[in-house]
């Protein structure tokens, strides 16, 4: 079974500050990870993935991830907070894409 | 033009009463979803259906009955509506296989129960 788990349910920077949310996964087989955002009253966003290959990825934005299998995790980072990126960000992994787990979503506050 | 889209967007409805969300995606792809979004964000997949075949049936009620006409449509009727029915339903499709797998969400419909 997988699952993903992402720590800290709150996350706060200030603006032009470092983002840094965390995501770490359980699966028996390679992966495919994701991370979307939501935006308040919308649905979901693909922020960006890994799938095979290079594992650092660039996304939408200026967010990017790392991919480490050593360490089971694929956290999110953006070098420089804005005000807009204030919304709930979730991870999810699949293996098959018909079952996609997602972690319980971080929501980032960006203070002024 | 809109590539998931759900309707009604809202719906508030009585305890016991019937109703349905309709899901249409216009991308061509071949498996589609339906999550439930709680109050506190939680994501939790219901259904999956790939080329019109239920893949995935969770842990639902069986007051909850998908139904996939052709592959761009995934509705969802609820039966006999309860309180702990009220949260945000959204609708997903993906193409599964070569190596794609990102999903596309369409806009949610909250539904409240009173």
């Known amino acids: 079974a997988q699952s993903v788990t992402q720590l800290g349910s709150h996350v706060s920077v200030s603006e032009g500050a470092l983002v840094l949310l965390r995501c770490n996964y359980s699966s028996s087989v390679p992966p495919y990870l994701f991370w979307y955002v939501q935006y308040p009253n919308q649905g979901l966003q693909l922020l960006l993935k890994y799938t095979t290959g290079a594992t650092l990825v660039k996304g939408i934005n200026g967010f990017e991830a790392e991919f480490k299998k050593s360490e089971t995790s694929f956290h999110l980072t953006k070098p420089s907070a804005h005000m807009s990126d204030a919304a709930e960000y979730f991870c999810?992994?699949?293996?098959?894409?018909?079952?996609?787990?997602f972690g319980t979503g971080t929501s980032l506050t960006v203070i002024p | 033009d809109t590539a998931v889209s759900q309707t009604p967007k809202y719906l508030v409805t009585q305890m016991g009463n019937d109703k349905s969300i309709k899901c249409e995606q216009n991308l061509g792809h071949d498996t589609m979803y339906w999550y439930k979004q709680d109050s506190k964000k939680f994501l939790k997949i219901m259904f999956s259906?790939?080329?019109?075949?239920?893949?995935i049936n969770e842990t639902v009620p069986n007051r909850f009955s998908p139904k996939s006409p052709d592959k761009a449509h995934l509705n969802l009727h609820i039966n006999s509506l309860e309180l702990g029915d009220s949260a945000v339903y959204f609708c997903a499709s993906s193409r599964v296989g070569g190596g794609s797998y990102e999903q596309y969400f369409g806009p949610g419909t909250r539904l409240t129960v009173t």
């Open positions: 259906y790939n080329n019109k075949e239920l893949i």
């Open positions: 999810a992994v699949t293996d098959t894409g018909n079952q996609f787990y």
